[in-house]
């Protein structure tokens, strides 16, 4: 069972017909974006119920879930197959800060990218915190996820798709380079950025010039500014 707290992600999920067991409110709590997810589960035939909110608390594991949890089957991931033909797919390597992940599917939804593919092992996976940070876009954008990410990049140019990976040590400045379709962008965990094997893999490294002291941004924050450039210039 899977547990989504908070207005965006819950009023998302009822949106787009997301199985739910129950709706969970807390005692007291109202305004009128709550008010429309409870007339939104209720036509949806979703049972509300009206819980202390140190119940909703315990459930979200913290305070922070604005009055209403959600209680749903477990969350599905896509099939590569479903996703290869995207014109845009990014690839995580070792994201493993769910508040980064969360990030990044919001922004890469946002950006146009056709899904998010992160690896089964020593990353993040999909969870109520990512959930919550991704702000209702987990409703709208796939996640894949994959045993193996440098055999993913290979099967993903022998679709024909460019690989672009972003790091520090990349020679190509963000701005500059001609991001050839289909695109998929690699960025690297916290702190260790790219695996090498990864990093072997892709067609182009790319950086962000830095003009402080420090030599790179948050990863969530660099995928912005990357997908944005991206989407600028396809538009």
């Not at 997810?37 to 594991?61: C, K, Q, T, W, Y």
């Not at 030599?215 to 924050?221: G, R």
Request: charged content about 25%.
């Amino acid at each position: 069972m899977s547990i989504l707290s908070g207005i965006h992600p819950v009023a998302e999920a009822l949106r787009n017909r997301h199985p739910l067991e129950r709706l969970l409110v807390a005692q007291g709590a109202g305004g009128p974006r709550l008010q429309e997810i409870i007339d939104m589960a209720r036509r949806a035939s979703v049972p509300v119920r009206f819980e202390p909110r140190n119940a909703l608390d315990r459930l979200a594991g913290t305070p922070a879930h604005q009055g209403v949890v959600a209680l749903g089957v477990a969350t599905k991931y896509t099939d590569l197959d479903a996703v290869e033909q995207s014109e845009l797919v990014v690839v995580l390597d070792g994201v493993e800060d769910p508040h980064n992940l969360g990030a990044i599917i919001r922004t890469a939804h946002a950006a146009g990218a056709g899904a998010v593919i992160i690896p089964e092992r020593r990353a993040a996976g999909v969870t109520d915190v990512v959930a919550k940070a991704a702000a209702g876009a987990l409703e709208h954008l796939p996640v894949v996820r994959v045993t193996n990410v440098n055999r993913t990049l290979e099967d993903f140019k022998k679709r024909g798709h460019w690989i672009y990976g972003l790091d520090e040590r990349g020679t190509e400045d963000y701005t500059k380079v001609e991001y050839a379709a289909p695109t998929v962008l690699v960025l690297g965990g916290e702190g260790k950025g790219l695996h090498e094997q990864v990093r072997n893999h892709c067609d182009v490294l790319v950086r962000i010039p830095m003009a402080g002291k420090i030599s790179s941004l948050n990863v969530s924050v660099a995928a912005g500014v990357v997908l944005f450039e991206w989407r600028r210039r396809r538009a």
